[in-house]
Nanobody
Framework: QVHLVESGGGSVQPGGSLKLSCRVS????????LGWYRQAPGKQRELVAI???????QYADYVKGRFTVSRNNAQNTVFLQMNSLKFEDKAVYYC???????????WGQGTQVTVSS
């Protein structure tokens, strides 16, 4: 069983920054995909930024140049640095890991990000 625990959410003004963390139980190197999704009220969950097994990093167009996904394998932690936050970035942000072995998907409980003036 894989457990993911997000932290770092909060409330910021437009233009501000937040850094999210996701601690993954066990190893994080055995992933097929690993990264961040978000869900705004009344909307479907959507990809934000992920690592893929082939070594590439995928970003949603609406966060390119503002958000950066990174990881620390030794600490089993994935990060999402969010800069230049906009009102429309308000959402619950979820960490997700897909296992390399069987493509099983695991989600964290989510962390709320609010952007308001």
């Amino acid at each position: 069983q894989v457990h993911l625990v997000e932290s770092g959410g909060g409330s910021v003004q437009p233009g501000g920054s937040l850094k999210l963390s996701c601690r993954v139980s066990g190893s994080i190197v055995d992933f097929y995909t690993l990264g961040w999704y978000r869900q705004a009220p009344g909307k479907q969950r959507e990809l934000v930024a992920i690592f893929t097994r082939d070594g590439t990093t995928q970003y949603a167009d609406y966060v390119k140049g503002r958000f950066t996904v990174s990881r620390n394998n030794a600490q089993n932690t994935v990060f999402l640095q969010m800069n230049s936050l906009k009102f429309e970035d308000k959402a619950v942000y979820y960490c997700r890991k897909t296992l390399w072995s069987d493509r099983k998907v695991y989600w964290g409980q989510g962390t709320q990000v609010t952007v308001s003036s």
